[in-house]
């Protein structure tokens, strides 16, 4: 049987193991949560990095006692130079390419967003950056064993990355994917996070390495330059949130899809289904999800550009009409094009009652593939996001790109705090509602409902196609319900990448710790 790691003292979670034996190593040396989350993120930057990197954006959402949720936007922008005039005058009028140089135009926010998150702790209290990028430091420096994960991504989409600037040395073998276990050692990384770790965090945008990165970023065609990296900040936000009968939910406001998160769960909240895992269930998710997502396509993008405040959306006038929609027998007709993208997500929480629920990503597979082979740092190609053509998602200088990134926290009304999510682009919001449902509602154990078979409607990492996906673990019953209800199935291999890598950490009233991981990733709920 299933069930969640259980502690008093700490939990992490993490879809590589280093990461989170980073962060429970953190909070065993007397570190807070927040703490326990830079290490962790550092450390997976390293040893996961086709998945994330310094050379991305990264999200926060923050709980301590008796303080109302926080968020951190480690959202980067775009360029100054960075117009649709721009790249048309490079042979690009109608999109922004997705690898190399042009496709690397936004700041990377992770590492500010590592800081303002840092700051919330008290400086007294505050263990040294050095204890906290050790792990991680060590890894890079030592080397770290890929995973057939990596190594299978790295050959999947070898042909986009392959020649990128930097690229190739850094992360193939003698021209190839290296093979599962291999030992990658990134020793300029190394030298990287080291340099963070003695000169502080700030260094990345106002210190060396932020003229190191500007040099070599201009050299290779990119628009981004030093200014751009001098006046990027992250910020401290109130996240969004919306109450449903289980409680209150929170995720990150735009250009993050955490709207579309909320109104998922606050839709299917609305039709009141009583049982999990049958047609009700499956199919009143799905349902709310292409609700929401029409909205989400039609109007989010940068905050400072949208028709309407994203909080708007989650207001009862707002989400009453639109759960009116749903057909409760019928699937409505689909596609739409969704935005595919790479990501992980970690949690955490420490004795004193603080969660902390994460995310961090450089959009597609090893971001846009160019590497600064000084700094071993690659850079995010989330800027390849924006839309040349009008609309909230528009490319403008310094504006920021719709992110398919969102934390997940929730205060439920038995008192936990559940931080979750998960990595999968556009499966993101699915994966939230699949496991949030499954184990608030319908009272799975944690680790069972992440573990449990999942669902994905339209395209997400790695695949093409908009069809509705379901892992080949369910029911054949309920798979002929579907179809005959209209929806477009698509069968997919048990455990499989499409679905995401989830996890959770739920922080008990009494103190009580869970925590659960994807068995289809590479990493480890601890609890301890």
Not at 126 to 151: F, K, M
Not at 187 to 212: K, P
Not at 423 to 438: K, L, N, S, W
Request: aromatic share 6%; proline share 7%.
């Amino acid at each position: 049987m299933l069930t969640s790691a259980l502690g008093y003292r700490g939990a992490t979670s993490a879809p590589h193991r280093a990461a989170a034996l980073a962060g429970r190593d953190i909070l065993n040396a007397g570190g807070t949560a927040i703490e326990a989350m830079v290490a962790a993120a550092a450390a997976i930057a390293v040893a996961y990095p086709h998945m994330n990197g310094i050379g991305g954006d990264g999200f926060w959402l923050i709980h301590r006692p008796g303080q109302a949720p926080v968020g951190v936007s480690g959202c980067g922008r775009a360029a100054g130079l960075a117009t649709p005039e721009w790249y048309a005058e490079r042979g690009h009028e109608d999109a922004i390419p997705a690898r190399g140089a042009l496709a690397a135009l936004t700041v990377p926010g992770t590492i500010d967003g590592w800081a303002r998150a840092l700051s919330l702790v008290p400086e007294a209290r505050r263990l040294p950056l050095r204890d906290l990028l050790a792990p991680a430091i060590a890894l890079a420096r030592d080397g770290v064993a890929v995973t057939g994960n990596q190594s299978a991504t790295t050959r999947d989409k070898l042909a986009t990355l392959k020649g990128v600037p930097g690229f190739d040395e850094a992360f193939l073998v003698h021209g190839q994917p290296p093979a599962p276990g291999h030992l990658l050692r990134q020793e300029a990384l190394a030298r990287t996070l080291s340099r963070l770790a003695e000169a502080g965090l700030d260094d990345y945008y106002r210190g060396e390495l932020a003229a190191v990165h500007a040099d070599f970023l201009e050299s290779q065609g990119s628009p981004l330059r030093l200014d751009d990296f001098h006046r990027f900040g992250a910020e401290i936000v109130t996240p969004l949130s919306v109450g449903t009968r289980a409680g209150q939910l929170s995720n990150m406001t735009p250009p993050t899809q955490g709207v579309a998160s909320l109104m998922i769960l606050a839709l299917y909240d609305r039709l009141g289904v009583t049982e999990g895992e049958g047609f009700d269930h499956l199919h009143g998710l799905i349902e709310a999800t292409k609700q929401a997502f029409l909205r989400r396509n039609a109007e989010l993008g940068d905050p400072d550009h949208m028709a309407t405040p994203a909080q708007d959306w989650l207001r009862d006038e707002a989400l009453d009409p639109l759960a009116a929609r749903i057909d409760r027998a019928r699937a409505l007709p689909w596609p739409h094009e969704p935005t595919p993208g790479d990501t992980i997500w970690m949690g955490a929480a420490d004795a004193n009652g603080c969660v902390v629920s994460f995310i961090q990503s450089v959009f597609w597979e090893f971001g846009s593939g160019l590497t600064c082979t000084d700094t071993g740092v690659f850079f995010q190609n989330r800027g390849a996001g924006f839309t040349l053509g009008d609309g909230p998602n528009r490319l403008r200088p310094h504006a920021r790109p719709f992110h398919t990134l969102n934390p997940a926290l929730a205060h439920l009304s038995d008192g936990r705090v559940l931080a979750y999510g998960t990595m999968g682009g556009e499966g993101q919001p699915q994966t939230q509602a699949a496991v949030f449902t499954r184990h608030v509602l319908y009272g799975q154990d944690l680790q069972a409902a992440v573990t449990a078979p999942r669902w994905l409607l339209g395209k997400t990492w790695g695949d093409a196609t908009t069809t509705l996906k379901l892992e080949d673990r369910f029911d054949p019953a309920l798979v002929a319900a579907l179809r005959d209800a209209g929806h477009d199935v698509e069968m997919i291999a048990p455990f499989s990448d499409l679905a995401g890598h989830a996890g959770a950490v739920s922080l008990h009233p009494n103190g009580l710790i869970e925590a659960a991981s994807d068995p289809r990733a590479d990493g480890a709920a601890l609890a301890f």
